[in-house]
């Protein structure tokens, strides 16, 4: 892969790590980061991120880091199954910006998906409103 970046500490996944940027969170753990994507493609559209690892996408992280990550991936995916039942339930991962990644720290995106309800376009559209996001996140936070 060609279009490697360079971790970036000030992105925004990693201030909203240390708090300096706010979120709508649905989980968190020591390893893991959970929130609302504000671009949602679909009603419960979660992010997950590391918390520790500094890592742009897939090719940079340590095994150790994403064997916690996709725990996580897994932990958060069955809170959003079980809380929104879809029909079912799409789990990407972008790497390099051709492929559509916009943030460059590692993350999987966990996308509900409901029967004749077209996806919104990825990482585009107005940002989603902040109460209806937190409503959904009290839902899936509810389900672990």
């Known amino acids: ?34 929130f609302m994507d504000i671009f949602p493609q679909s009603e419960g559209h979660t992010l997950v991120i590391p918390k520790k690892a500094k890592a742009t996408m897939l090719f940079d992280i340590d ?13 958060v995916a069955r809170a959003v199954d079980k809380a929104l039942k879809p029909d079912g339930v799409r789990i990407a991962q972008f790497n390099g910006a051709e492929s559509g990644q916009t943030v460059f720290h590692i993350h999987f995106h966990i996308i509900p998906i409901y029967a004749g309800q077209p996806l919104g376009r990825h990482a585009g559209g107005a940002p989603a409103d902040v109460s209806r996001l937190t409503e959904t996140a009290s839902r899936i936070a509810g389900a672990f």
Do not use: W
Not at 10 to 34: H, P, Q, W
Not at 63 to 75: M, S
């Open 1 to 34: 892969m060609t279009d490697k970046v360079k971790y970036d500490p000030d992105n925004i996944f990693a201030k909203m790590i240390r708090g300096d940027m706010s979120c709508v969170k649905v989980y968190e753990d020591d390893t893991i980061l959970a």
């Open 63 to 75: 095994t150790d880091h994403l064997k916690d990550l996709i725990e996580g991936v897994q932990k």
